[in-house]
């Protein structure tokens, strides 16, 4: 897990000093604004970043951990794949390297990839080091998990531009996993969770992500 030091501003109001992007910077005023109705809970405020592969998840994660740590609110992101179960993580890839993948493998990979226990025990170990804890990751706002977060948020992309995104993360990472592997696991995953759990209704704010620099809100619902 990344962890962050906090930097303080001599501004009167340090979060007009941070350079981001226009758009990219209203976007963190407004989940600032939310934030600051949920600190008084002398606790971490827990912030969720969900939506599909490839949207952006890590990028838009750190940029606001940047953001806040800039304006002296410690944070820290944790990635929800260091919780990945590895022997389902390593079936699932080597049975569909070898096309032995079947309908109860997709299932098992939807249900159990990830250790949600193991997750929960670690992050609630944070608590008391952190302002804000940042959770990023894919079907985090499951049953099983949603009750955690304070605030969150979904990032919305167009789906070509999420397979382009993960064709040239592979090229970056010399990944020579097929295409099908986003299409026919992450992809169709995502769309089952999509309707099962509707994480764009649970959310607080969807934003439009296909723009790293530009992310625009869809939907803000402050409480």
Known sequence: MKVSNSSQSTSSNPRDNIKLPDKMTNVF????DMYNTKNQVKTSVII???????????????????YFTDVGVSSVVVDIDTFNVKVIEDHTYESFS??????????????????????????LELIDNYSII????????????????????????DYQIAIKRFQLRQKRNNDTRSIEIFE???????????????PKNLSDLVI???????PHIIKNCKN
Request: hydrophobic share 35%; net charge neutral; glycine share 4%.
């Open 29 to 32: 005023h407004s989940i600032h």
């Open 208 to 214: 439009n992500n296909s723009d790293y620099s530009r």
């Open 134 to 157: 940042i959770i990023e990751g894919i079907f985090i706002y499951k049953k099983e998990f949603v009750d955690l977060f304070n605030i969150k948020v979904f990032l919305e992309i």
């Open 98 to 123: 070898k096309k032995q993948f079947t309908d109860k493998d997709l299932e098992m990979y939807y249900s159990q990839i990830i250790d949600f226990n193991l997750a929960r025990k670690k992050i």
């Open 48 to 66: 969720g970043i969900n939506g599909l592969d490839c949207s952006g998840k890590t990028y838009f994660s750190k940029s606001l951990e940047n």
């Open 184 to 198: 026919e696991i992450w992809a169709s995953t995502h769309f089952r969770y999509l309707k099962e759990i509707d």
